[in-house]
């Protein structure tokens, strides 16, 4: 009786004992599993809001900014492209959004030290950079004492990665070291359109090359306006940001301004550059596509006459305008270094057209896509023979508006950018 109950005692003890480790396995198998399927529930949400861009000459496809959940830019930089980045740091590797991270020594090196300078800007130098891979790029440095530098450094990486057409000076590249922010930039040996207008020891650009160049810049405009997700607003179209390449192919440059609209929507101060600032704009504080139309309208008259606007460009063709109706009769604005080669009816085609781009109601401005199209036809059209191409060869003494009033062109291309302006602007009636 003894010996029957110790032994049911042994055997319940032996049962609870498997019991208890099978009820340990069986916690240790089911936290395995919930952890399992957390870590692959974690990595498909990073996959999600990581920008994803598809290279290509015209490529509009980017994700909109919703695919960046509520992250700011910021963060979204921070967890998303340096996340991978800081894993295999310093390797030149593609980021996730398809941009270089170069070290500062290899940028050190391809600049010869800093002493390649090939131009200044309001953000700091530029320098080319001769790759080893055998590639030239532009490195612009950004101010260190630049108060903006930090933000605009995150954004601009985290906006340009994601946009890529062949008429925008594509980032191709950024350095964050040694205290220092870089951005790297497709080269375009030929410089800016303003240094070609002004520059008297460059040979002038003749007229073909002025219309393809006013519609390179459509083409980058309209795909900023419309084939980006979200849309992009330039905000400082001007002469000194517009590159050229080898073949003089225009480039649109400088997405500065719309760094701090990307940051902080509510920026008030009135920014851009005088004699192409939409006069709207000025008065309403609000920034809208025509208002880079307006600027645009500007950048063609300046085409036109070779003439700074911020030396009484628009002053010139408002009195043209009131010979021409807008329409005809513009042949007395054209630069004169022109000495008469250009087809008089493609030129009243392109001032009609940019004096629609000025026109004070922006409603009344046409889209960037109308304008690619006016300017695709007028190239089209001389290609087919149907549009008469006569050079035209005005007299000096045509001219009937009084240059000496109005100031001559500039040799110096430099234009004065607005960076606030406090006092209060009269409103302009629609
Ligand atoms: N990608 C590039 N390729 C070749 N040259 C360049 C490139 N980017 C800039 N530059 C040169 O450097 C100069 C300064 O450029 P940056 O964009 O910094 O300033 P900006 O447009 O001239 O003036 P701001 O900053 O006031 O708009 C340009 O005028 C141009 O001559």
Redesign the pocket.
């Known amino acids: 009786m003894q010996g029957e109950s110790s032994g049911l005692i042994i055997g319940l003890s032996i049962g609870v004992v498997i019991g208890v480790a099978l009820a340990i396995i069986a916690f240790f198998c089911y936290k395995y599993h919930r952890n399992r399927s957390q870590v692959g529930n974690n990595s498909s949400r990073r996959t999600a809001t990581i920008p994803i861009r598809t290279n290509g000459a015209d490529s509009c496809n980017i994700l909109s900014d919703s695919s960046f959940g509520t992250e700011s830019p910021r963060s979204t930089i921070q967890s998303g492209v340096q996340f991978w980045l800081r894993g295999i740091k310093k390797a030149n590797v593609i980021s996730a959004s398809g941009i270089l991270e170069y070290s500062y020594k290899d940028l050190q090196k391809a600049t010869f030290n800093f002493t390649t300078l ?6 700091g130098p ?1 320098y080319r950079a001769q790759m080893p891979a055998g590639e030239t790029v ?1 490195v ?1 440095v950004l101010a260190n004492d630049s108060k903006q530098g930090e933000k605009e450094f995150q954004t601009e990486v985290m906006l340009l990665g994601r946009l890529h057409h062949r008429n925008l ?1 594509n980032l191709v590249g950024y350095c964050a070291e040694k205290n220092q922010h870089m951005l790297i ?4 040996s030929r ?2 359109l303003a240094s070609h207008l002004y520059d008297e020891k460059l040979k002038p650009l003749n007229w073909e090359v002025r219309v393809q160049i006013a519609l390179d810049v459509a083409r980058g405009l309209e795909y900023l306006h419309d084939g980006a997700v979200p849309p992009v607003i330039h905000r ?1 179209i001007k002469s ?2 517009i ?1 050229l390449d080898q073949s003089m192919r225009a480039r649109v ?2 997405f ?1 301004l719309s760094r701090e609209e990307m940051v902080n929507k509510q920026a008030s101060n009135i920014r851009g550059t005088f004699g192409y600032l939409d006069p709207e704009y000025i008065s309403t504080r609000s920034f809208t596509k025509k208002s880079d139309v307006y600027s645009y309208g500007v950048l063609l008259f300046e085409l036109i006459a070779g003439r700074n606007p911020l030396q009484g460009l628009m002053e010139y063709v408002e009195l043209a305008a009131m010979d021409t109706e807008g329409k005809v009769g513009w042949e007395e604005i054209v630069d004169p270094r022109l000495d008469g080669n250009f087809g008089v009816q493609e030129l009243n085609e392109v001032a009609a057209l940019a004096h629609k781009c000025v026109n004070r109601i922006p409603r009344r401005r046409p889209c960037m896509r109308d304008i690619v199209q006016v300017f695709s036809k007028i190239i089209k059209s001389r290609h087919t023979g149907k549009q008469q191409y006569e050079p035209s060869n005005p007299r000096t003494d045509e001219v009937t508006i009084n240059m000496d009033q109005l100031g001559r062109r500039s040799t110096n291309p430099e234009h004065k ?1 607005v960076e606030s302006i406090d006092s209060t602007t009269e409103s302009i009636e629609a």
Do not use: F, T
């Open positions: 090939i131009g200044q800007g309001a953000y530029v532009a612009k000076v930039y497709v080269y375009m410089g800016s400082d000194s940001n590159l440059a400088d500065g950018r």
